[in-house]
């Protein structure tokens, strides 16, 4: 199970500047925004969580 | 014609065993639940178990995302590639395949139109309570999955009717097997979201009431809009208790346990049906 998410593994696809940012700074609550499904931000981003 | 012996829902959380040190006390009383569960069910003898539950995007992903799917498989993975943070040891749980192809062709006939899968890899969703409710691994299972995860998502009235259909194909079934439902998920959890951990102890002590008191058509009457505001976006996997109270429509039900745990982000119940 991934736990995090590196530039360039996200570098062949098809993402706005703001996207690419908000991965790239585990931006939970931009990449909420910015319409990636909560359960995927939870899975890749579990250590970024308060809990 | 088969019988459904045993009804029951429960709450899954993946916390519930990866961290099992955590909240002690809640984590005892939600287990007393399971336990008597597990009891009432070994005492009904069933032959399979139907279990209404949700893929959490480990199945299914964007490019194919069905809104129902009957798992037909010999054997279904609960778990396979979660077991290191669930805690639970990878295995594979019988499946019920003549069941799960009846099922699926059921459907085809009557208008209710189910994806079918014959590999299926479950999380928390079946792993967790499996682990306390069939620890053997031995009692066939036929999952039957509902998108509660990628809006758009069936209606929770679609679900109470999924219910329904199982139930006319159990009673319609030329074979006198024991049948009991099993819907995992729930109830309000907030989950990925920027208030991630919040729970609404109010929201699922109505839902157990709901269920209690036979009013199961109160929840199929929610909608997607009152489920998030009210459950959560995890809230959303309500549509599992609500299939199996479909099938049962009027059946009181028993509340077994209810702990709203911080530490697992989920308002965990667990429910018998008294039939």
Known sequence: MIESIGADEVAGYDLSAEERAALADGDLDALFRLGANPYLIRRVFRRRFAL | ?275
């Open chain 2, 1 to 275: 014609m088969a019988t459904i012996v045993a009804a029951a829902m429960t709450s899954h959380a993946p916390n519930i065993t990866a961290t099992p040190a955590a909240a002690p006390e809640q984590r005892g009383h939600f287990l007393a639940g399971l336990a008597e569960m597990r009891k009432r069910l070994a005492a009904a003898r069933p032959d399979v178990v139907v279990m209404f539950v949700n893929d959490h995007v480990q199945n299914f992903f964007y490019d194919n995302l069905p809104a129902f799917c009957v798992g037909v498989g010999a054997r279904h993975w609960a778990p396979r590639g979660a077991a290191d943070f669930l805690k639970i040891p990878s295995r594979q749980l019988p499946g019920a395949v003549d069941f799960g192809k009846a099922l699926l062709k059921a459907g085809l006939d009557a208008g209710f139109d189910l994806a079918v899968s014959h590999e299926l890899e479950f999380w928390d969703d079946v792993s967790v309570p499996a682990h306390f409710l069939m620890p053997e691994g031995t009692l066939p299972i036929v999952p039957v999955l509902t998108n509660c995860v990628a809006p758009p998502l069936p209606t929770p009235q679609r679900s109470w009717q999924l219910g329904g259909f199982v139930r006319r194909f159990i009673d319609a079934r030329p074979v006198g097997e024991r049948v009991a439902l099993l819907g995992t998920g729930g109830i309000s959890h907030w989950i990925g979201v920027p208030n991630t951990g919040h729970i609404n102890p109010e929201w699922d002590r109505w839902v157990l009431d709901q269920v209690r008191d036979g009013h199961g058509e109160a929840l199929a009457e929610l909608s997607f809009d009152d489920i998030e505001r009210d459950g959560g976006n995890g809230g959303q996997e309500i549509r599992n208790w609500i299939a199996v109270l479909g099938a049962l429509p009027g059946v009181k039900g028993e509340v077994l346990t209810y702990e709203p745990v911080k530490e697992w982000l989920t308002g965990c119940g667990a429910a018998w049906m008294q039939l």
